[in-house]
C-alpha cells in the first residue's frame, strides 16, 4: 500500500510539471508557417534560444540575458546558408554585424544602436 501512495505522489508530481512546460499546451505549439524555439538554461543567468525554420533547419541561435538579446546571433536561411551574424549587449544593436546577401557582403558597426561605420563587398572585390 505504502509503495501505491508513493507511486501515486511521483505520478502527481510529474503530470504537475509536465503542466508548466508551454510547448505541452495545445495553443502554443506552433502552427505550419511558425518556427520551433527551444530555449535552454546557460550560465551566469544566461539563456540560449535555437529557432528552426518549418522545414527543420536551424533559422536562428543566440542568448538572451535578463530577457534581453544577448552576445553573438546567427541566422541562417531555410536551406541552411549564414545569412547574417550579428551582436547585441543587453537588447541594443552593439559590434559588427555581417549580412550575407547573394554575392554581396555588408559589414555594419553598431554603438549602442547607432551605425558607426557601414562597409559593402561584392565578389568581384571592391
Not at 507511486?7 to 505541452?24: A, E, H, K, V
Not at 551574424?85 to 558597426?109: C, M, P, Q, R, S
Amino acid at each position: 500500500m505504502k509503495n501505491f501512495f508513493t507511486f501515486g505522489f511521483i505520478m502527481f508530481c510529474l503530470l504537475g510539471y509536465s503542466q508548466d512546460l508551454p510547448f505541452l499546451n495545445d495553443e502554443n505549439l506552433p502552427s505550419e508557417n511558425q518556427s520551433i524555439d527551444i530555449l535552454s538554461n546557460y550560465e551566469n543567468g544566461i539563456k540560449k534560444i535555437t529557432k528552426f525554420h518549418k522545414n527543420g533547419q536551424m533559422s536562428q541561435q543566440g542568448y538572451l540575458k535578463k530577457n534581453k538579446l544577448h552576445g553573438k546571433w546567427i541566422s541562417y536561411s531555410e536551406t541552411g546558408e549564414r545569412i547574417c551574424i550579428a551582436n547585441y549587449d543587453y537588447g541594443k544593436k552593439h559590434g559588427v554585424w555581417l549580412f550575407w546577401e547573394n554575392e554581396t557582403l555588408k559589414e555594419i558597426v553598431y554603438e549602442n544602436n547607432k551605425v558607426i561605420n557601414k562597409v559593402i563587398w561584392d565578389k568581384s572585390g571592391s
